[in-house]
Each structure stands twice: as structure tokens, then as C-alpha cells.
């Protein structure tokens, strides 16, 4: 039986997805930054973990199967990106208000009933991406729901919680781990098993992932991952873990559909288990499904409250959706492509308030999308630091152009300068053209060449001042010129 050819009522299909979503401030439990290294590290440690029976005198079925890998697990540690915290050798700090803050946004964007006191937990983790050997998570919120044209689809629990290491490689028995990840800050969503068909699933991933992207998340490869669980015949279910690609998501599900039914066919049950989704769109065996009894309550950090007056101010400052915000972008003047430079990079935050200092969305918008890409590949030096270089001096850029120190044709030379080492009160004194003797150079350029347009009179004026001269300015004295 091929896809196409599926019954999901007659299977009694369900499903329910887990999206879990890296938000984008400093780490859940410390002061570290989030950020993502390459470079060689600064120590290396090396750790084992061991299966041990829990409180009901039982070992944990998945734990149990880790143990029996006998793994050794390496660690990638930097000074100036992680703290003892990572390594389980201090307590944590208390949870990073910020975090918190854009997982209530996100919550009550889904509709959910927030939490006002909650427990701290440990959920066990056994694959080594916890040096603690458990993740911290908080139970915030419940009881949503989106909108799909299936039906609405119930949004039964939000998390906030820490992102695990980083895998890097494995080498025989050693897994070696990046502990830059480790303590990112992630809200992991788990819908209901509302889900009827592949085609729903498809569209609530969908519409969750705008909501996110409305708020402040971290963009990019491996910044969302997405878990389908899937059963039919009421049996077993299986989760999949890792349904990134939206073009295979449908395939992938109908492919576990399958699966499945080819095992009932056959008179075999369908396992319990965990499965990696793969880019054919089929899966493959991960480990068995890991005991329900593997949370226990953080001890090192107090009740997690949230107060009234916290969520009031939560609820004034919800952002608006993608839809909301295009609309509003291209009634100030934003073309399309901008448009969606800015939601992709999640730049809308930072564009609005350099807009409040200079009143020129075009000229900000190319100045933080365009220009960084531009400068970093001229200067062979990477983006990401050419953008936290920028960010520090766009405003007082922005500063100097309202007070015509400089125009706006000089600001990609004085970014340049400035990434290249220069100190701001230095790159942003350029050389001015003489007011005096602008007109009449611009008057004997058009007489020298008659009968040509005003735009290719322009392109012979800015090339003949290189930047001196303001575009505007240059049109203006131009016009008198030319009728």
C-alpha cells in the first residue's frame, strides 16, 4: 500500500509534536553567552556516566541501555564561554529573567494558562550531553491551543528549559561533546495527540514556528528541533526525532505510518522507541523508549514564582506575528526582499529603534543587512564579529547623520575603518568636499558631456567626489543643471 493510499481514521492515526526552540539571551542558569565555537579549546574533561536505580528501587530501561555502551565522554571547555556551572562543579545561579520573560511571550501567544509557582526539575539524561547527567526543566504553562484548518490542535505543556552539549564527533568509545551549547536557554512545546494526518502536523509545526519567530529566538541550523510521536491501532508510540526539513516532513510520517502497519500486518508489535528521522525520509533505531519515571525536583534552586505584575507587563509587550509586522514594514516604505532580510535575521527589534534616532528605513535597513555581509567578505573577517562590532556604533552613526557630520554615502567607509581597528572619533571625520566650488565642478562635468540623463549625471558625480558628497546634495545641484 503506498501513502497515497492511507486511511489515518481507519488506522486510528494520532499524533503530537515536541518543538524545541533555542531562545536568544545569555545561558538559563549563568552569565555565559550562547554562542557557538569553532575554535580549539581551552581544557579538555573527561567524564563516565553509570545507571543507578532510582527511588522505586529500578533502573531506567534507557539509562540501563546507555550504562551497557560503556562510553567515555569528552568535553570541549572554554574560558570565556563557560563557567563551573557546565561542568556540574557549582550551582546554578538563578534563571535568567529575560529567558523566562520571552517564554511567557510565547505561551501566552499559544493560548496557554501560566503557572504561577513551579518546581524546578532534573529530568535524567543518560547520552552524556549533560555532564550533571540530567537537564534542568520548568513546567510554565498549559492548556493552549492553535488554529490549523484541520481543527484546533491543544498545546498540553510548555517547558523552559537548558539546552544540552554540543555532539562533535565520535571516536570508537569516546563521544566528545561542546559544552558552548550546553545551558542555552530552550522552550520545548508538546502538543497534544490531537493530530488526525501528516498534512495537520505539517501545519501546526508551521504555525507554532511563526509564533516563535515573532519573539526573541535564535535563528538558523540547529536552533529548532522537531519530534514527531506517531502511533496507529492504539499501540505503542514511537517518537522521531530530528523532522527538521519541512519539504519531508509529510514523507517522513507517512513512511513511520508504514512501518508500523507493515509490523501489524505481519501480527508484530510496534516498540516503544526512539527513531532518527533521515534525509531519504525514512528512520532508523535510535534506543528504546526511556521510563516515564526519570524527573526529580531540582533542590540547589528555590520555587520558580511568577508574579501578577510580572505577566501584566508580559501581556502589554506581546509581539506581533510575521503577517502583522510585513504589513506594517512595507507601509513605511520596505520592499519585499528587506522585508524579509529583517524577520529572517530577526532584526526587527534593532531596526525600530535605530528608526526612533534617523527617519530613513531604506538607509537602516541596507546599513544592518546589507553593509555587515559586504565589509566581512571585503576584510575576510566573519560576520557574526563584524555584526557585534556594529552593533556597538550604529546608533552613533546614525547620531552623526542627523547632525550632517558625515552623509550617508560615508557610512560603509567608516564601518569598514572601524571593523578593521579604527576608533570611532577617528573614522567618522571624513573629507568633505569644498561648498564653495561643488556647483561649478558638477556644472563643467555636464557641460563636458551634454545630452545624457540626470541618473547617469549622478553615477558621474558621486564617482567624481568618491563619497564627499552627499547623494541627495549631489541631486539637488544637478536639477538646476538639467531641465
Known sequence: MSEKELDYKKLKFKSGLEIHQQIDTEKLFCKCPSILRSDEPDFIITRRLHAVAGESGEVDIAAQYQSSLKKEFVYQFYKDNNCLIELDEEPPHKINQEALKIALQISLLLNCKIIPITQIMRKTVIDGSNTSGFQRTALIAYGGFVETTFGKVGIDTICLEEDSARKVREEGNKVYYNLDRLGVPLIEIATAPDIKSPEQAKETALHIGE?????????????????????????????????????????????????????????????????????????????????????????????????????????????????????????????????????????????????????????????????????????EKPLDKIERIFEEIYGDVLIALNKKKISESDVKEILTKFAKGGKFENVIKTEKADVSDIEEKIMNLIKNKPGLSINAYMGLVMGEFKGKLDGKNAMEIIKKFVK
Open 211 to 379: 509564533i516563535l519567530r515573532s519573539c526573541k529566538v535564535k535563528r538558523g541550523i540547529g536552533t529548532i528541533r522537531q519530534d514527531v510521536n506517531v502511533s496507529i491501532h492504539g499501540e505503542s508510540r514511537v517518537e522521531l526525532k530530528g523532522v527538521q526539513d519541512m519539504k519531508m516532513f509529510v514523507k517522513i510520517i507517512e513512511n513511520e505510518v508504514l512501518r508500523q502497519k507493515k509490523l501489524s500486518d505481519e501480527g508484530k508489535p510496534t516498540k516503544a522507541e526512539v527513531r532518527n528521522a533521515l534525509p531519504t525520509g525514512l528512520t532508523e533505531f535510535i534506543r528504546p523508549m526511556p521510563g516515564a519515571d526519570r524527573m526529580y525536583p531540582e533542590t540547589d534552586l528555590p520555587l520558580l514564582k511568577i508574579s501578577r505584575d510580572f505577566l501584566n507587563e508580559i501581556k502589554k509587550e506581546l509581539p506581533k506575528l510575521k503577517s502583522e509586522i510585513e504589513g506594517e514594514l512595507k507601509k513605511i516604505g520596505l520592499n519585499k526582499e528587506m522585508i524579509n532580510l529583517l524577520l529572517n535575521q530577526n532584526k526587527i527589534e534593532e531596526f525600530k529603534n535605530l528608526l526612533k534616532i534617523y527617519e530613513n528605513p531604506n538607509f537602516i535597513a541596507k546599513m544592518i543587512l546589507l553593509f555587515p555581509k559586504e565589509i566581512s567578505a571585503k576584510i
